[in-house]
């Protein structure tokens, strides 16, 4: 676990001056979508809905019908990726958390090892809600699941159990892995996504998984991003839905001392969603009212607003991955 020094207090994505400035901007484009409206896009859902999931919302993680012994039956590890691998470590890494279990993401947590020593040195976490003692203690569960080593974790060995598992509305495959002695879960990521081979992995089956190492409740998780399995190597797809429409106005706001780049988006339904592109001096793309795009990222509700935060971003034949999370001193 990282060293509470290294975590702040209480950090609001939005400080008061820079929120007041982006509400006058909803205000002035009628934005106030529901949660049914953000998590809707071209008629299709893409991301979880918590009124589909039959669970208590309450919790992240948990069985239906007891114990099996196995794995839950239903989890979420929040929208997460290790990013920067340079093999055997990652370079960065970050996770977005959804504490109250409504569907949108209530925090945001990165962090970063800068000398390529194995261990994570430097973090960031940033709360979206107003509560800063409900944000306390959010923040508190945060930094006892953050990892500390930036080793990727490798798996080798026979498959123990197979299990489909309820990761926000999407069927994952998960698995355990027995290795030295030990029995690990990983995560396969969606079921629909993995080759028609791969969906019918089965107990003895020998695989290679590499991937992050994470924790849920009080289980151990490997996120797979790479799979070997019946002599082939396959990367694990777990991004989120593509979206498109066309920018009706953009902003700057100074977020934590940094120009974000905000734009207020609609498809061709008239649907608006606001997205925020992360910092724009680190965005690689200038953006302006008309432009077409294709991007894609994760519903959040930063205090009593849904927003949109972007992954990546496609437009006019060039593509650019956000750039958020703690920046090295020499950049």
Known sequence: MAAAAEWEEYTPYYEDDAWYDI??????NDYNPTDEEILEWDDERYQFDA????????????????DDGSFYDYYDYGASDGYGLYDPTYRSGFRYYD???????????????????????DYEYYSFADDSEESSKSKQQAQQEAPTSAKAAELTGPIGFTKEVDV??????????KQDGKSIAADLGPI????????????????????????????????????????????????????????????????????????MVENDEGKKVAVDFGPADRL????????????????????????????????DGKTVQIKRGPQSKDS
């Open 23 to 28: 509400s006058e901007w909803f205000d002035g």
């Open 51 to 66: 009124d589909e999931v039959d669970r208590d919302n309450d919790r992240s993680y948990g069985y239906y019908d007891g």
């Open 99 to 121: 504490f109250d279990g409504d569907g949108t993401y209530d925090a945001y947590a990165a962090w970063a090892d800068w000398d390529a020593d194995g261990l994570f040195e």
């Open 168 to 177: 926000r509305g999407k069927k994952h495959l998960v698995v355990s892995v």
């Open 192 to 263: 629909d996504r993995l080759s028609e081979e791969n969906q019918k992995l089965k107990t003895g089956d020998e695989i290679t998984v590499k991937g992050i190492q994470s924790k849920v409740g009080d289980k151990h998780v490997v996120l797979a991003q790479q799979l070997n399995a019946h002599g082939e190597q396959t990367t694990i797809d777990r991004s989120s839905k593509q979206l498109q429409g066309q920018v009706v106005e953009t902003r700057k706001a100074k977020i934590a001392g940094t120009q974000h780049l905000i734009a």
């Open 284 to 315: 690689d793309m200038e953006l302006a009212k008309g432009d077409e795009l294709t991007f894609t990222g994760v519903p959040v509700k930063i205090r009593t607003k849904r927003m949109l935060m972007a992954h990546s971003l496609e437009h």
